[in-house]
């Protein structure tokens, strides 16, 4: 599946709003200090809509292509073999780009390496069942081959997310035209119908297990109440003898 289709998509008139309901979306979701180090898998050539560069100076955007924002830094790399340290990113985002990827879980699992604990992750895909989306695929008659595209349903990312040991913090439904955000989890079922794309928040957690140490039971110095009792009128009879 070829991600010149996101590019091509952004330029329709839907498509336009949807790129800019994306970066209100993503300008909410980076609450991370400017200090701290974020990742961008993915390219857009927008990202100024949603973050500042030269305020984020720490801002790296990871492409195979070499796209992105010409003001942050870049890495020309695949997504599955990220060359970033182990537990270094404060924040990474993920804009469309797991409808794209063949290796798709290598990436999720490269992403959950290089986050912090208590790191941050922020997800952008297309709904499958969205009708707008797949008539856009047929139209382009290049890219007609995307409708046996690999679509991402929520509940999958879901699952995934939960294998991880990532927590759910928010998610957005992309109507036509607008965008609702829920908190702890996505509205309903229902609402899939109507929405063009889905975005989520989840932070990543680390749970360390505490070995349990067996107990020792020593012998025990303490005289019982009734003990002491009986000593003590032993020795009086004796005293009057």
């Known amino acids: 599946m070829k991600r010149e289709f996101l590019f091509t998509l952004y330029q329709t008139p839907r498509g336009k709003l949807l790129q800019t309901m994306e970066a209100q979306y993503l300008k909410r ?53 990220l060359p970033v340290q182990t537990e270094s990113m404060d924040l990474v985002i993920i804009p469309h780009l797991l409808e794209f990827d063949a290796h798709r879980f290598r990436t999720m699992r490269e992403v959950h390496r290089v986050l912090k604990p208590g790191g941050e992750l922020v997800v952008l895909n297309f709904n499958p069942i969205s009708l707008y989306v797949r008539f856009q695929f047929l139209w382009d008659k290049k890219l007609g081959e995307s409708w046996r595209a690999h679509f991402m349903s929520r509940a999958r990312v879901l699952d995934w997310l939960k294998l991880l040991n990532f927590e759910l913090l928010n998610t957005a439904e992309f109507g036509l035209d607008t965008f609702i955000i829920t908190h ?42 009734n003990m002491g009792l009986e000593s003590n009128l032993l020795k009086t009879e004796r005293q009057h003898d």
């Open 184 to 225: 702890g989890g996505f509205a309903s079922a229902a609402s899939a119908f109507f929405s063009m794309a889905y975005g989520l928040k989840a932070v990543k957690r680390q749970y360390s297990l505490i070995p349990l140490t067996p107990v020792t039971q020593g012998k025990t110095k303490l005289v019982t109440a």
């Open 29 to 81: 979701c980076i609450t991370v200090s400017c200090k701290q180090k974020q990742l961008q898998v993915g390219g857009l050539g927008w990202e100024g809509e949603f973050v500042d560069c030269s305020l984020y100076r720490n801002y790296l955007i990871l492409d195979g292509k070499g796209m992105g924002a010409g003001e942050a830094l870049k890495v020309n790399a695949k997504a599955y073999s």
